[in-house]
């Protein structure tokens, strides 16, 4: 069991690398992106081509018998999840976690956003509760369609935003699973203003949304 967990780890570092990467330069060789995440150039070959397969990348052609790579939408949603997947595993994911909240709930502070709803239940979102009084925010509520439970460290959880009677300014997403859905669904229902986003999910907010320190 623990080899195959260990194999399933690895296999998330790979595509969450290779998606990364993509994101941050789709011009670069699969070479030189295969010497980066450490592994053969076959094997990164392999990957990128499941990865066209799924959807989550698209090849168009470039200058000099090259190709460029680029993110999907679908690609986008997957690095966020994959972001998470692999920093759940590691240590390293409360201390980012709790300083990717402290931040996020200091910009909500900041823009006059005393009362939030955090969107998803997750680790993540108890991490932001617990932040939430030293930070001199309200957590009202939790949204998540996907969720049975009906409370998340003492906070309320409902399935839909009109389902929230308290009033509140404005939305931090936190679903792990389903990021960029959720951060879509709040999006369209309060506008970029209103929703904020911590670091490492990995999203990219739109022109106009509230900037938060990383």
């Known amino acids: 069991m623990d080899s195959l967990l260990r194999t399933e780890h ?26 980066e995440l450490g592994i053969a150039l076959g094997l990164l070959n392999a990957y990128l081509k499941r990865c066209v397969k799924k959807g989550l990348v698209k090849i168009h052609d470039a200058p000099a018998r090259r190709y460029a790579y680029y993110l999907t939408p679908q690609g986008f949603a997957e690095k966020s ?13 409360f201390r980012l976690a709790k300083g990717d ?15 939030v709803v955090l969107a998803g239940k997750s680790d993540l979102a108890e991490v932001a509760i617990l932040c939430a009084f030293e930070a ?23 399935k839909a935003y009109d389902e929230v009677k308290a009033a509140f300014e404005a939305i931090i997403v936190t679903d792990v699973a389903r990021a960029k859905a959720s951060y879509d669904a709040a999006l369209e229902a309060y506008g970029a203003q209103r929703v904020l986003v911590p670091a490492l999910l990995g999203l990219q907010p739109l022109n106009g ?4 320190a990383q």
């Open 10 to 35: 690895e296999n998330e570092r790979i595509v969450l690398g290779l998606l990364s990467s993509v994101e941050r330069d789709g011009a670069r060789s699969q070479r030189r992106i295969a010497a």
């Open 81 to 93: 999840r994959l972001t998470v997947q692999y920093l759940s595993d590691s240590f390293s994911f």
């Open 101 to 115: 909240c402290a931040s996020v709930l200091q910009a909500a502070k900041a823009n006059g956003f005393g009362r």
């Open 136 to 158: 001199g925010v309200s957590i009202v509520a939790v949204v998540d369609p996907h969720s049975e439970g009906e409370h998340l460290a003492g906070v309320a959880v409902h």
């Open 209 to 212: 949304a509230i900037a938060v």
